[in-house]
């Protein structure tokens, strides 16, 4: 069965410095994969996904990006961290199959302070 | 545009209780159905999802989930809560066609089970 391996657990950045969350998958290839933000007392988000290597769609206007650079790896990214950037960042996998579900990791913790 | 709405934020139940959260959905036609549960500083753990067929789902953990077209629900139960069941509990849909794989949560709700 998949695996999704996600790093660091836990990030405590200042405001302004540039973030990088990585998102590797195990056990398939050539998945769907997702960014989900999820704010404190707040649903999830959808931030970006992705169908394939390079190719990424964006949900939400926002100074993060992402970034897919191989067929099992999903990066989110940004520049200039603000302080509404802070929140749990959980990276998601979906097969192609129409009837599999949504898959977690087990998420970032972002702290901008 | 696709919704979901779970009307309790929190839900306080005595281990051992049975339990009923509800989820409501706004989509044009039937969606798949998901309940996902989140322990704290955790991801989320699917327990069960409806795509067709039999409207009673049986899930993870001895939940179960109906899906009721005519009220547009997808309320998740357990006759019998354990202490290990308290978490936060999201509901979501998912479009079928053109927005595959992107799904919509409720806000969730969290459950407290007292001893």
């Known amino acids: 069965s998949q695996t999704i391996h996600q790093w660091p657990a836990t990030l405590v950045q200042p405001v302004g410095s540039p973030l990088s969350l990585e998102c590797t998958v195990e056990?398939?290839?050539?998945?769907?994969l997702y960014w989900y933000r999820q704010a404190a007392g707040r649903g999830l988000q959808l931030l970006f996904y992705?169908?394939?290597?390079?190719?990424i769609s964006s949900e939400v206007p926002q100074n993060l990006s992402a970034s897919r650079p191989q067929d099992r790896q999903f990066i989110l990214s940004s520049k200039k961290l603000l302080l509404s950037d802070s929140g749990f960042y959980l990276c998601?996998?979906?097969?192609?199959?129409?009837?599999?579900?949504?898959?977690f990791g087990n998420g970032t913790r972002l702290t901008v302070t | 545009a696709q919704s979901v709405t779970q009307p309790d934020i929190h839900i306080t139940v005595s281990e051992g209780a049975s339990l009923e959260l509800r989820c409501n959905y706004s989509y044009g036609a039937t969606p798949y159905l998901f309940w996902y549960v989140q322990s704290p500083g955790q991801g989320l753990q699917l327990l069960l999802k409806y795509f067709s067929g039999d409207t009673l789902v049986q899930g993870i953990k001895g939940f179960e989930a109906e899906f009721k077209r005519s009220q547009s629900s997808f309320n998740l139960r357990k006759p019998s809560v354990h202490w290990s069941d308290a978490a936060e509990y999201f509901c979501?849909?998912?479009?079928?066609?053109?927005?595959?794989?992107?799904?919509?949560f409720g806000r969730g709700t969290q459950l407290t089970v007292w001893p």
């Open positions: 979501a849909v998912e479009g079928r066609g053109s927005t595959l794989g992107r799904l919509y």
């Open positions: 998601a996998l979906k097969l192609t199959d129409r009837e599999d579900p949504l898959h």
């Open positions: 056990g398939t290839s050539n998945p769907n």
């Open positions: 992705s169908v394939g290597i390079g190719q």
